[in-house]
């Protein structure tokens, strides 16, 4: 994919126009680490997540409205590691666009409707589990297949609708040169979209997990207690202790992801800032990289995801009834 002029010194992304980028100069051994490196966490990525999506799509035990919610936020996963990655890594590593114009802009809606789904999905896990801990005697009225669902498909079309019209009214392709992928929002829209996108729903998952930690931290001290005393344990403190337990676990997801996002925001807010090139991708990858640490956050604290995977893995066991 690489042009070269013929004093072999400078080299272009597109050679026959004037307009063309300047090519960033690598050595081969460079070249193979990188894609080699990028490839592997594409892959990566993708495999974990559709362990995910296998398991709890392929076992029924597995169908409950948490897991639906785990199972929209793994196919936002997969689909980055698909999509995302392969095509940003060929960015990084090239310096150079070379999909064209139309691409450029179907790529940057896409990656924002990933995001952004990502994000309501863990909004609407926070909200699952505060009525799981906080409200356990509701639960199996409010929360039920069908309403969570219906919410996740509302939520997916809410951000394709978002995405779409940020991408067709607020933004311009910016021309410096040509065989560049740069989409400008104004600084205005680049507010609206910190508080809809980050600040409110941040907001309120935060909100929701103190209050769900407080709960369980309780609810925890209690059973303990009762445990100690030799006293039986009913099967709604098991289960109690149980979704605690499940509320810890997807509260690392969040405060992971989190970590990945708060740089990447103060990084759109600082764009005019003498932040350096490395810096500034290092901080979108990290973006990037929440997509494959959250199969592995399901495989250290959920027994239900090791034990599907290692029946995944042994096909005959994975054609068996479920």
Known sequence: MAYETEDHKTQYCFPAINSSCIKTKRSTHEYNIMYVFFS????????????????????????????????????ADLLIGLIGMPLEGIKLIETCWYFGDTICRVFSVIMGLLFSTSLSNLVLIAVDRYVAVCQPLLY????????????????????????????????????????????IIT?????????????????????????????????????NSLMRSGKHLTEGSVRRKSESKAALTLGIIVMVYLFCWIPFYILTLTLNTRMTYII??????????????????????????????????NLSKLFKPS
Not at 51 to 60: Q, R
Not at 281 to 307: E, G
């Open 40 to 75: 592997v966490l594409s892959v990566w990525t993708v495999f974990l997540n559709l362990l995910v999506i296998i398991s709890i799509s392929h076992f029924k035990k597995l169908h409950t409205p948490t897991n639906m919610l785990i199972l929209s936020l793994a196919l």
């Open 280 to 313: 500034a991708y290092f901080i979108l990858w990290m973006v990037y990289i929440n997509s494959a640490l959250n199969p592995l956050i399901y495989a250290i604290f959920y027994p239900w995801f090791r034990t599907s995977v290692k029946s995944i893995l």
């Open 187 to 223: 600084f205005a829209w680049t507010i609206i979209d910190l508080f809809v996108s980050f600040l409110f729903p941040c907001t309120i998952i935060i909100t929701l997990y103190l209050r769900i930690f407080y709960v369980a931290h309780h609810q925890v001290k209690v059973i």
């Open 140 to 183: 199996p009225q409010k929360i039920t297949m069908t309403r969570t669902i219906t919410i996740i498909c509302v939520s997916w079309f809410c951000s394709s609708a978002y995405n779409i019209l940020a991408g067709i009214s607020v933004s311009h392709r910016k021309y410096t040169c040509y065989g560049e992928c740069v989409i």
